[in-house]
Nanobody
């Protein structure tokens, strides 16, 4: 079971990046999946998560209207399109998958499989 995140980089404020997460060893469409981030000196926080089954998508308030999570079942990948990036979006971004149901739609403590993280740096 492996998740491989990619697509991070350095971008100016107002710019866009697209993160991708490729899964191997399991089918992403059978799990809840999500993107999380961790800025220096801060805890890991949920950015956007998609539940299994009904595929409801949750967005943290600080990314609503700017970020879009999508899944490509044929490619077994999940992506995060990030637009209108701000300096405060600077963080290491992780993709993750969850096996069991949780009342918290995007709590990192409930996710079991994690990718290695990709750095996103937004210059102001």
């Amino acid at each position: 079971v492996q998740l491989q995140a990619s697509g991070g980089g350095l971008v100016q404020a107002g710019g866009s990046l697209r993160l991708s997460c490729a899964a191997s060893g399991f089918r992403l469409d059978r799990f809840a999946i999500g993107w999380f981030r961790q800025a220096p000196g801060k805890g890991r926080e949920g950015v956007s998560c998609m539940s299994s089954g009904d595929r409801n998508t949750y967005y943290a308030d600080f990314v609503k209207g700017r970020f879009t999570l999508s899944i490509d079942e044929a490619e077994n990948t999940v992506s995060l399109q990030m637009n209108s990036l701000k300096a405060e979006d600077t963080a290491v971004y992780y993709c993750a998958a969850r096996i069991y149901f949780s009342d918290d739609p995007c709590g990192p403590q409930d996710y079991h499989f994690w990718g290695q993280g990709t750095q996103v740096t937004v210059s102001s």
